[in-house]
């Protein structure tokens, strides 16, 4: 059996952060693992503490899972990025080498493929994205790898239908803007990917169709939204943002450890519990 890797600290950061299953998820694959003395605790930290942060990081530290408003803040305090995190402006990951190194990675892009394919969804040949906000550009990234044909993103705003055809560039993703006031039509695509807020697709549970395909709701807290239930209901597939989140975090303690494989159901199985607890 090869030797465990040395104690050390991880931590998730964001503002506000009181909210976050990410100690949950993993503290328990630090007890599967049998990682003794690992930490990971949470601190509420934004974008004007986050440099002073940094500095005071010590060798003891083997990563960072960040949250919210920093995901852009950090790169220009990294020493590299991985491609994935380039390639939308965005690193939710960051690992700290033995030579003091930190590189900063996007676990949420590979998370969401490996959702959606563990619900059977390899490839579509359309889809379409509610919402045009942080996570709908990581959104468009993982289509680019299961999407073979169009997506239709449904905006509220010419600013962010904008934002929307410049990453749809970057991407190389075919992307066509639709209006919010037609998001009902979003419902009958092979594939919707819900990115807004709680509460705002609630009105369109009522346009769920009698046998829908496939729906990617990225919230886990409150769950299941409205349009979730309705959707599982009538028989559709269902993937949930706990089904991102663990993912990402599997791919998070896999790099920040070096042990492989994390335990995913066990990670699971804890976060379910927790927000059964709430």
Request: hydrophobic share 45%; proline share 6%; net charge negative.
């Amino acid at each position: 059996m090869p030797a465990r890797p040395a104690a050390r600290r991880a931590a998730v950061l964001g503002a506000p952060i009181a909210h976050s299953l990410s100690p949950v998820l993993h503290r328990t694959a630090y007890a599967e693992l049998d990682l003794e003395g690992w930490t990971y605790d949470r601190f509420e930290v934004d974008e004007k503490g986050l440099p002073g942060f940094f500095e005071t990081r010590g060798p003891e530290w083997a990563g960072l899972s960040l949250t919210m408003p920093l995901k852009r803040a950090v790169i220009p305090l990294l020493d590299g990025i991985s491609e994935t995190a380039a390639s939308v402006d965005a690193v939710n990951t960051v690992v700290f080498s033995e030579d003091g190194r930190r590189t900063g990675d996007n676990t949420d892009i590979p998370g969401m493929v490996a959702a959606l394919r563990e619900h059977g969804i390899d490839k579509v040949e359309s889809a379409a994205v509610l919402g045009a906000g942080a996570t709908a550009s990581s959104a468009l990234a993982a289509l680019a790898r299961v999407c073979s044909g169009e997506v239709t993103a449904y905006v509220r705003s010419e600013v962010r239908a904008a934002e929307m055809r410049q990453w749809a560039e970057r991407l190389d993703v075919a992307v066509r803007i639709a209006d919010w006031d037609d998001a009902e039509r979003a419902l009958n695509a092979p594939l919707v990917v819900s990115t807004t807020p709680a509460g705002v697709t609630d009105t369109l549970a009522r346009a769920v169709p009698e046998r829908p395909t496939a729906l990617f709701d990225v919230l886990y807290d409150p769950w299941p939204t409205v349009l979730a239930a309705r959707w599982s209901a009538y028989g559709g597939a269902v993937v949930s943002g706990l089904d991102l989140l663990v993912h990402q975090a599997v791919l998070q303690v896999e790099q920040m450890t070096g042990c492989s494989p994390a335990p995913l159901e066990a990670m699971r199985k804890a976060g379910e519990r927790a927000l059964a607890a709430r």
